[in-house]
């Protein structure tokens, strides 16, 4: 494919106005001297004059306001909020030669002409600062409005101007200029001139841009004062000073907001890759668990978090402690403890008359029984037996409190977990009632059904025939097909001919008429008049065939309309097909059983897809990742995610949300896995083939439905709908559009089985570890503390540029990251933050392969931006194009234009209005760092 680069030139001016005398001609407009010739010719003789006149041309003097179509991008966009300081504002219009169409000066150097437009931008007055104009209302409405400029304004040399205009084109690499003016000529419309303003902004600032006359002619034409001034070649102001405090009009202007300093490149620079070290643990005190267990003084033990540090290991204790370590006995004693308490939830007692007698005790419940198929059974506390997640976590008080938290969680929520159960129970209500029915229905035609099964084959064939087209007999022929292309004429078949058929046979039988059985005169090749048949006689098969024998193709008629008649297929078969997608939620393994009936009422449960790590952050960001407040400003550094807490507290969730539904007589049984989902899947980016399977889901068919009704046939296909969603500048429909797709596509993401945290509780294997379940995402957990790896970030990038692309490639063979085009790019699968200034992301590898990765942060650029780096204070610009910064104009002042101050560098090029177009505009950036330096040691 060949590659588009940008083509930029200094200016461009098309038409009479290139032939205009300009210099020596002073008035209000050019003039441009026509010198014609005319000949006229009659039969004796021809007449020749020449004719000389001024044409006078339009000049500034004669504008009183430009068309907003002209104008096809600003930039920023209007009221943005968070404009980067580094960048320059700018107005782009369609025609190429619009800035300098009615321009009247040159540069001294006659190199460049100045466009008879300027664009400043001007403080807006505020609470916090004082502004640098005041807009005017005119008093003749058919003119421009006006502002007047403040005496402390900050204003640009006009005479300068000129350096901040330029041309624009997209075009193919390697062209010549010939070729590049052209191609302008010849397709004007994909040509820009754009006009930039250089002025350096103020963090955190309201500013007004304002289009404004470079010449004083126009200036006056726009404020009435037509006639005032003769020479054309004058300015609005000749030097800055000269401006402040004028009236001056204005044709067209837009506000807008700068954020906090820095530009990507800058904040991203500032990152260090940093060792995160002992972290994912806080002291909890068990001296005192209660329930009358003995006190322990000083039992502190390490309770774990969501996330924890590489460096992180497991406290000794429980099933995780050697028998020969110190604290063994201790722990043996608790989890004996343990066990009696647990177990005395429901004890049985020998009366003195022999009864036996059921005592139910309160007790701390016996997290996650139900999905271990072990509901009121004893706890096992054999100091041999070290896996089985059940006794694990109930045995050991750092889990136990991990599951408390989700027990929490419900019992906060329980009145909207309740309603939202509720509501989605309607939908499944109206399928078992179809079910219902369904069986209803099966009942009564298998009853009719054995009567069929008795009748003779006559019977069954004439019965069937009205239903013959509909039955099949081969995969794609049906019985009335099958009939249709027999030697038996076809009207045989039909029905009325059979009733006739009938009748003939009874009146036969009454008057004792035997028909001929064999006979010379009937033979295959007969045929009756008047009959038609639709295959050729037997007489006319081909030799070597052996034509079907008529009894056994009439058998298997009778018996395949048998089978087709069946209410298996009749009924069941359609309706379990019909209500197959509810089927796929019923999810625990005591539902799956042969022996159950095919239409058996779809036993459900309610699931919430709210990740769930958003509440223990708002509990506290301790449950998180204890340890926050040591990570420095500007910290890029590396952690795991603990699977073992997460499940803990996982089964603690379902498990009270299961005690709830029974409580309030929910229709369900207690094995439901009604949450699980732990972190953010939603920043997951979908591919080709996820596109296509999101296209086919309910929610996608909702969403085409809902943006039909409300914006028409525009976007009456999802393709359409997707392509709102990449556009570089969207309009509001197409911003509304956008933002309804994303939401619809991040509730997919949440409700999709792959990108689920935890397996359904009812599938897990008794004899795994906490951790050790395996998950049914990309990163499969087939082994021991397989925790996924996390990224932390901490620092003002990704407050600024929260759409800042992040991933990981592989390193080449010398080193280097594989940035190649195809390239393999390994994305988060989840996200989280932590405010105010703390984010992390999951990727689906493991610690021991961090080495072989770097982490590539990547600036998303949609659009074209123009401005200068921002040079940290502690660092020397360097003296590159890429490396062009404020920091070489040592004589800027504090938020003022670039007023004929030249650069330290490019001191040559500095007078070429493309070059500097070139060199300010700002190209994407891709910050990589190893992963093996945020490793530990």
């Given at each position: 494919?060949?590659?588009?680069?940008?083509?930029?030139?200094?200016?461009?001016?098309?038409?009479?106005?290139?032939?205009?005398?300009?210099?020596?001609?002073?008035?209000?407009?050019?003039?441009?001297?026509?010198?014609?010739?005319?000949?006229?010719?009659?039969?004796?003789?021809?007449?020749?004059?020449?004719?000389?006149?001024?044409?006078?041309?339009?000049?500034?003097?004669?504008?009183?306001?430009?068309?907003?179509?002209?104008?096809?991008?600003?930039?920023?966009?209007?009221?943005?909020?968070?404009?980067?300081?580094?960048?320059?504002?700018?107005?782009?219009?369609?025609?190429?030669?619009?800035?300098?169409?009615?321009?009247?000066?040159?540069?001294?150097?006659?190199?460049?002409?100045?466009?008879?437009?300027?664009?400043?931008?001007?403080?807006?007055?505020?609470?916090?600062?004082?502004?640098?104009?005041?807009?005017?209302?005119?008093?003749?409405?058919?003119?421009?409005?006006?502002?007047?400029?403040?005496?402390?304004?900050?204003?640009?040399?006009?005479?300068?101007s000129w350096r901040w205009a330029h041309v624009h084109k997209l075009d193919t690499e390697g062209i010549s200029a010939g070729q590049i003016a052209n191609s302008i000529k010849i397709a004007t419309q994909k040509t820009v001139c754009r006009l930039l303003c250089p002025r350096k902004l103020k963090p955190q600032t309201r500013y007004n841009a304002f289009l404004i006359p470079t010449f004083k002619i126009g200036a006056e034409a726009a404020t009435g004062n037509i006639g005032e001034t003769e020479d054309r070649r004058l300015l609005t102001w000749e030097t800055p000073a000269d401006g402040a405090g004028k009236i001056v009009p204005y044709y067209f202007d837009w506000e807008f907001s700068t954020g906090t300093g820095g530009d990507f490149e800058n904040l991203v620079r500032k990152l260090k890759p940093r060792d995160l070290e002992n972290m994912g643990t806080r002291a909890i005190d068990c001296s005192n668990p209660g329930y009358g267990m003995q006190e322990d003084t000083g039992l502190v033990l390490q309770m774990e978090a969501a996330l924890k540090s590489l460096d992180t290991g497991v406290q000794p204790w429980g099933m995780d402690i050697a028998t020969d370590s110190p604290d063994a006995t201790v722990?043996?004693?608790?989890?004996?403890?343990?066990?009696?308490?647990?177990?005395?939830?429901?004890?049985?007692?020998?009366?003195?008359?022999?009864?036996?007698?059921?005592r139910l005790?309160?007790?701390?419940?016996?997290?996650?029984e139900w999905y271990a198929f072990r509901e009121g059974k004893p706890i096992n506390n054999d100091p041999q037996n070290t896996n089985g997640w059940l006794e694990e976590l109930n045995l050991d008080f750092r889990h136990r409190a991990a599951a408390g938290l989700g027990v929490q969680f419900v019992k906060e929520n329980q009145e909207k977990l309740m309603k939202a159960a509720w509501e989605q129970l309607s939908k499944v209500q109206e399928v078992?009632?179809?079910?219902?029915?369904?069986?209803?229905?099966?009942?009564?035609?298998?009853?009719?059904?054995?009567?069929?099964?008795?009748?003779?084959?006559?019977?069954?064939?004439?019965?069937?025939?009205?239903?013959?087209?509909?039955?099949?007999?081969?995969?794609?022929?049906?019985?009335?097909?099958?009939?249709?292309?027999?030697?038996?004429?076809?009207?045989l078949t039909?029905?009325?001919?059979?009733?006739?058929?009938?009748?003939?046979?009874?009146?036969?039988?009454?008057?004792?008429?035997?028909?001929?059985?064999?006979?010379?005169?009937?033979?295959?090749?007969?045929?009756?008049?008047?009959?038609?048949?639709?295959?050729?006689?037997?007489?006319?098969?081909?030799?070597?065939?052996?034509?079907?024998?008529?009894?056994?193709?009439?058998?298997?008629?009778?018996d395949k309309t048998i089978l087709a008649l069946n209410p298996k297929k009749t009924i069941e078969l359609r309706i379990k097909n019909r209500v197959s997608n509810f089927r796929n939620i019923e999810k625990t393994k005591v539902i799956k059983s042969n022996s159950e009936d095919e239409l058996h009422p779809v036993k459900w449960y309610p699931e919430f897809h709210r990740p769930m790590y958003h509440f223990l952050r708002e509990m506290s960001q301790e449950y998180i990742l204890p340890g926050l407040e040591n990570v420095p400003q500007n910290t890029v550094g590396?952690?795991?995610?603990?699977?073992?807490?997460?499940?803990?507290?996982?089964?603690?969730?379902?498990?009270?949300?299961?005690?709830?539904?029974?409580?309030?007589?929910?229709?369900?049984?207690?094995?439901?896995?009604?949450?699980?989902?732990?972190?953010?899947?939603?920043?997951?980016?979908?591919?080709?083939?996820?596109?296509?399977?999101?296209?086919?889901?309910?929610?996608?068919?909702?969403?085409?439905?809902?943006?039909?009704?409300?914006?028409?046939?525009?976007y009456n296909t999802l393709e359409k709908i997707e392509a709102t969603y990449v556009v570089a500048e969207p309009n509001e429909t197409e911003k509304e559009i956008s933002d309804v797709y994303e939401n619809a596509v991040e509730k997919w993401l949440l409700t999709r089985d792959e990108d689920k945290d935890i397996n359904?509780?009812?599938?897990?294997?008794?004899?795994?570890?906490?951790?050790?379940?395996?998950?049914?995402?990309?990163?499969?957990?087939?082994?021991?503390?397989?925790?996924?790896?996390?990224?932390?970030i901490r620092g003002e990038l990704l407050q600024k540029f929260s759409n800042t692309l992040i991933y990981l490639v592989k390193k080449t063979t010398d080193g280097k990251p594989d940035l190649t085009q195809n390239a393999l790019r390994t994305h988060p699968v989840f996200e989280g933050e932590m405010p105010p200034d703390i984010v992390f992301l999951g990727f689906p590898i493991r610690k021991e392969e961090a080495a072989e990765y770097f982490v590539i942060f990547e600036e998303r650029m949609t659009e074209l931006r123009f401005g200068l780096d921002e040079t940290p204070e502690d660092s020397i610009p360097g003296t590159g194009e890429n490396d062009f910064s404020w920091q070489h104009f040592q004589e800027l002042p504090a938020e003022g234009y670039l007023n004929g101050i030249r650069p330290s560098i490019f001191t040559e090029q500095w007078n070429n209005a493309a070059f500097i177009a070139k060199v300010m505009m700002q190209k994407q950036v891709r910050a990589a760092i190893k992963l093996e330096e945020l490793l530990p040691g």
């Amino acid at each position: 494919m060949t590659q588009r680069v940008n083509y930029f030139l200094p200016y461009m001016r098309q038409g009479l106005a290139t032939l205009a005398e300009n210099e020596n001609v002073v008035g209000q407009r050019m003039i441009v001297p026509v010198k014609l010739t005319l000949t006229a010719t009659d039969k004796d003789s021809t007449k020749t004059e020449v004719v000389e006149k001024n044409i006078t041309l339009f000049g500034p003097g004669d504008v009183m306001g430009i068309d907003r179509n002209v104008i096809s991008r600003l930039a920023p966009s209007p009221n943005t909020n968070n404009f980067e300081t580094s960048l320059v504002p700018f107005i782009e219009f369609s025609g190429p030669d619009f800035l300098w169409r009615f321009s009247s000066l040159q540069t001294t150097d006659k190199n460049n002409w100045i466009p008879w437009l300027a664009l400043i931008v001007l403080k807006t007055e505020n609470r916090d600062e004082e502004g640098e104009f005041e807009k005017i209302q005119n008093s003749n409405k058919e003119l421009p409005p006006q502002i007047q400029l403040k005496p402390t304004a900050i204003l640009p040399d006009l005479k300068e101007s000129w350096r901040w205009a330029h041309v624009h084109k997209l075009d193919t690499e390697g062209i010549s200029a010939g070729q590049i003016a052209n191609s302008i000529k010849i397709a004007t419309q994909k040509t820009v001139c754009r006009l930039l303003c250089p002025r350096k902004l103020k963090p955190q600032t309201r500013y007004n841009a304002f289009l404004i006359p470079t010449f004083k002619i126009g200036a006056e034409a726009a404020t009435g004062n037509i006639g005032e001034t003769e020479d054309r070649r004058l300015l609005t102001w000749e030097t800055p000073a000269d401006g402040a405090g004028k009236i001056v009009p204005y044709y067209f202007d837009w506000e807008f907001s700068t954020g906090t300093g820095g530009d990507f490149e800058n904040l991203v620079r500032k990152l260090k890759p940093r060792d995160l070290e002992n972290m994912g643990t806080r002291a909890i005190d068990c001296s005192n668990p209660g329930y009358g267990m003995q006190e322990d003084t000083g039992l502190v033990l390490q309770m774990e978090a969501a996330l924890k540090s590489l460096d992180t290991g497991v406290q000794p204790w429980g099933m995780d402690i050697a028998t020969d370590s110190p604290d063994a006995t201790v722990s043996k004693q608790k989890q004996e403890a343990l066990t009696h308490l647990l177990n005395k939830r429901k004890e049985i007692i020998q009366k003195e008359n022999g009864q036996k007698e059921t005592r139910l005790r309160v007790a701390p419940p016996v997290y996650g029984e139900w999905y271990a198929f072990r509901e009121g059974k004893p706890i096992n506390n054999d100091p041999q037996n070290t896996n089985g997640w059940l006794e694990e976590l109930n045995l050991d008080f750092r889990h136990r409190a991990a599951a408390g938290l989700g027990v929490q969680f419900v019992k906060e929520n329980q009145e909207k977990l309740m309603k939202a159960a509720w509501e989605q129970l309607s939908k499944v209500q109206e399928v078992n009632q179809e079910l219902n029915l369904g069986r209803f229905g099966r009942e009564i035609s298998n009853n009719m059904f054995k009567r069929l099964e008795k009748m003779k084959p006559n019977n069954v064939f004439k019965m069937a025939l009205p239903v013959k087209n509909k039955i099949a007999f081969e995969p794609e022929k049906t019985i009335g097909a099958v009939l249709s292309s027999s030697t038996i004429t076809n009207k045989l078949t039909n029905v009325k001919t059979q009733k006739f058929l009938f009748k003939m046979k009874s009146a036969q039988v009454k008057s004792g008429f035997k028909p001929i059985v064999n006979s010379s005169l009937v033979n295959l090749s007969f045929k009756v008049s008047g009959l038609r048949s639709s295959v050729t006689s037997a007489a006319a098969t081909p030799s070597g065939t052996v034509a079907e024998p008529v009894e056994k193709t009439f058998s298997e008629i009778i018996d395949k309309t048998i089978l087709a008649l069946n209410p298996k297929k009749t009924i069941e078969l359609r309706i379990k097909n019909r209500v197959s997608n509810f089927r796929n939620i019923e999810k625990t393994k005591v539902i799956k059983s042969n022996s159950e009936d095919e239409l058996h009422p779809v036993k459900w449960y309610p699931e919430f897809h709210r990740p769930m790590y958003h509440f223990l952050r708002e509990m506290s960001q301790e449950y998180i990742l204890p340890g926050l407040e040591n990570v420095p400003q500007n910290t890029v550094g590396l952690l795991q995610t603990n699977r073992r807490f997460i499940e803990a507290f996982m089964v603690g969730l379902n498990h009270e949300m299961a005690s709830e539904l029974l409580w309030r007589e929910f229709p369900t049984d207690q094995r439901g896995s009604y949450f699980r989902s732990f972190w953010d899947t939603t920043i997951y980016s979908m591919d080709d083939n996820e596109k296509k399977a999101f296209r086919e889901t309910e929610i996608a068919s909702k969403l085409l439905d809902d943006i039909r009704k409300k914006h028409g046939t525009n976007y009456n296909t999802l393709e359409k709908i997707e392509a709102t969603y990449v556009v570089a500048e969207p309009n509001e429909t197409e911003k509304e559009i956008s933002d309804v797709y994303e939401n619809a596509v991040e509730k997919w993401l949440l409700t999709r089985d792959e990108d689920k945290d935890i397996n359904r509780l009812s599938e897990w294997d008794k004899n795994n570890r906490l951790g050790d379940n395996p998950v049914p995402g990309k990163f499969n957990n087939q082994q021991e503390n397989q925790n996924q790896l996390v990224l932390l970030i901490r620092g003002e990038l990704l407050q600024k540029f929260s759409n800042t692309l992040i991933y990981l490639v592989k390193k080449t063979t010398d080193g280097k990251p594989d940035l190649t085009q195809n390239a393999l790019r390994t994305h988060p699968v989840f996200e989280g933050e932590m405010p105010p200034d703390i984010v992390f992301l999951g990727f689906p590898i493991r610690k021991e392969e961090a080495a072989e990765y770097f982490v590539i942060f990547e600036e998303r650029m949609t659009e074209l931006r123009f401005g200068l780096d921002e040079t940290p204070e502690d660092s020397i610009p360097g003296t590159g194009e890429n490396d062009f910064s404020w920091q070489h104009f040592q004589e800027l002042p504090a938020e003022g234009y670039l007023n004929g101050i030249r650069p330290s560098i490019f001191t040559e090029q500095w007078n070429n209005a493309a070059f500097i177009a070139k060199v300010m505009m700002q190209k994407q950036v891709r910050a990589a760092i190893k992963l093996e330096e945020l490793l530990p040691g």
